[in-house]
């Protein structure tokens, strides 16, 4: 079993900046991908950023440019830098990770910008 804690989410305004952070721990950890989804109220989950364990990233064209995503493979941990916020970007964001034909997801974290 895989479980992943998420911190970082909070109030900020726009053109401002959070970081994100996921820490993935269990038995025989491995994966194929980690990386963040999110969820604005009344609309579906939506991707937002992953990277694989060789290291490649990808993006939704909504965030290209803003975000970066990182890993620490030592720690099991991915890092989602968001930069220039909209308030567009308020949602619920979700850890993933994609261990063979399972995807485990975080609690979710709070992210809302402001006006």
């Known amino acids: 079993q895989v479980q992943l804690v998420e911190s970082g989410g909070g109030l900020v305004q726009a053109g401002g900046s959070l970081r994100l952070s996921c820490a993935a721990s269990g038995n025989r950890l491995r994966f194929n991908a980690m990386g963040w989804y999110r969820q604005a109220p009344g609309k579906q989950r939506e991707l937002v950023a992953t990277?694989?364990?060789?290291?490649?990233?990808n993006y939704a064209d909504s965030v290209k440019g803003r975000f970066i995503i990182s890993g620490d493979n030592a720690k099991n941990t991915v890092f989602l830098q968001m930069n220039n916020l909209k308030p567009e970007d308020t949602a619920v964001y979700y850890c993933?990770?994609?261990?063979?034909?399972?995807?485990?997801w975080g609690q979710g974290t709070q992210v809302t910008v402001s006006s």
């Open positions: 993933h990770l994609v261990q063979g034909w399972t995807t485990y």
């Open positions: 990277i694989t364990g060789g290291a490649s990233t």
